[in-house]
């Protein structure tokens, strides 16, 4: 068991001691800005992924939401919070973690060489505007890297021996290398290219370990806790969730991820850290062959660069925070070759300089690299985006731009997160329905006739559907037009700053169900406008149409999680949105008609039949299993004709509406 020298390695070290001083006042500072009544729609912090982190983990917590099938550990947490009724502080927990992984790599910073360099790279690593930044969002990957970090720590560090004292060298750390290594598996998959490292090292440097029992408990623990989430995961949704299945679509090689990478590393790192990386890595690489602890960390930082620039097709500025604790380890070999106390101090100042630098974009905004601090000067590069959602640096739309230098305090992390918080502290308190108000709703339907309407169809499906509890389909209005006398319409409230929330009833179908649409807007005001008016008399046309989309319904694959549905002329259009129960449901306007008609044919066919007229296809698109619904064209009795669709702007497509790269 570590002794409470192992623990606080630095309780004597008065640099350590500093940093643990400065670790404890920023998070004073920080956390009660950090804390907001409802995570889910009033935090400021959030990437467009954070919804999706929050629904897992109420999916977990036993609220009927959309299951994105994230990785479990950061769901977990959140769905003990919720059960607690502290799912606000999560912020502040994450914020915990961080800061105890800056002390961590401080401690093992030190052991390794000059204690003033490994000061200087974790007051860097503290006070990075990015790597901070990307810390105060409810995202996984940086959560997943502080405990990756940890398990290399402890992988390289060994217990002592009776009679050696604390910096004795005995026994490895397997065990608990195995369980965080684990751990941070199981919040990102990413995690899992750990076990690259450790092998390769145990099989060159350590091949008398391989009799030891400590070994073999720690790669246990890694792969059992790996192969218990999968049983937990089959036993209670029946898959291993999407995301997963789904990484293998990515792997797809880009050359210009290298560009993007590279300049995202100057951009999280600054210019004078980037420089000195180059230094260390030099050192590591001659010392790698001869010392274990260096290898690792060099192959760890190799491994995982190599994934990510090299092979992961969907690119992102936050995938280098898991590159980031092993480049601190080499920045600070660098830093701490430099003997003399006036280029130390330059050197070291630089480096804080530069990485603590804030620029106007979040932390996980790529496009900017700081030059100099006041006034601040700053590179600023285009920004496109892959179909995918994966951004795209220009380098032909590369800026040089210059700011005030009043400007800069409102750059700052701690500025913005206590900005936000006065502000909405200020603001009157938002309407919000409570989901126990429709908890006996049926689904949600969620209307657009903008691609843009609510944030998109990514993030209204998970945040709206964290907001009512309840499962929400993305529809678009124009769908619903040609039925809407049909349907009876009352208001059941608001919740703000987005959503006006509806009730509606079906012409026969027994329960009630929830449309919503923006809270501004002419759609808004089309549906209000009809709250209260009396509905059209059911056509008799409508019960046999009620009875095929049920038949539909109970017709399509257990196995398929996205439906796309091609429209027919038949009212079982009207029903189907309403019936179908699950919350990827891509409704195809006329439109879109040929762009997913070509989509569906290209990809691999798993099933074919007909049921109730309508003829279902089971495919495979982006790793997911999906079912085409066509209803078949006919001159059935149909209700009053419906009148054509206004033309409104294109939704998004069917392949990106199946679901967006892991985040």
Known sequence: MPTFPELLPFRRDRLGLVLLGLCLLHLGLLAPALVYPDLNLDYPFVDGDSPEWIAAGLRLAGHDVRDPGRSPLLPLAIALLDRLGALPWLPVALQVLFHATVLAFYGLAARRGARRAAFAVSLALLLSHSLHGMSLQVMADVPASCLLFLAGRSFVLRLPSPGRGAGGEGSNRYPASGLLGGLSALTQAAGLLAAVPAALTVLLHRRGDLRSGRLWVGALLFIALQALWIVLRLEVFGSVGHIAARQWDLIDPDPDSVFFYLYSLVSLLGLPGVLLLGAGLALGLRAARRDDDRFFWLTLFAVLALFFVVFYGFDAKRFLVYLVWPAGLFIADGLGRLRAKPAFATAAGLLIAGSALPFPGEGNDPSWIGLWPVPPVYLHAALTARPSGSPVLEPSGITVETFPPEDLLGFINLGRAWRARKAWAAAPRPERLDPAQVVADHTALFLYEAASDGGGRHRTLSRLSNALFKRVKFVPAAWLEPWAAYLEIERAGVIEPDYAVFRTRLPDAPGSWLLVTPLDGALRRRWDGRVGQPSRPADPALRPALARAREIRRGLPETSAVVVLFPGNDPADFYLPFLLDTPDLILVEPEQERAVRGQVSAAPLLSERRVAGAEIREIEILGRRTA????????????????????????????????????
């Open 628 to 663: 085409v619904v066509e209803l078949t064209k006919t001159a059935a009795p149909h209700p009053t004709p419906p009148p054509p669709r206004p033309p409104g702007r294109r939704s998004p497509p069917a392949r990106r509406a199946a679901g967006r790269p892991a985040g």
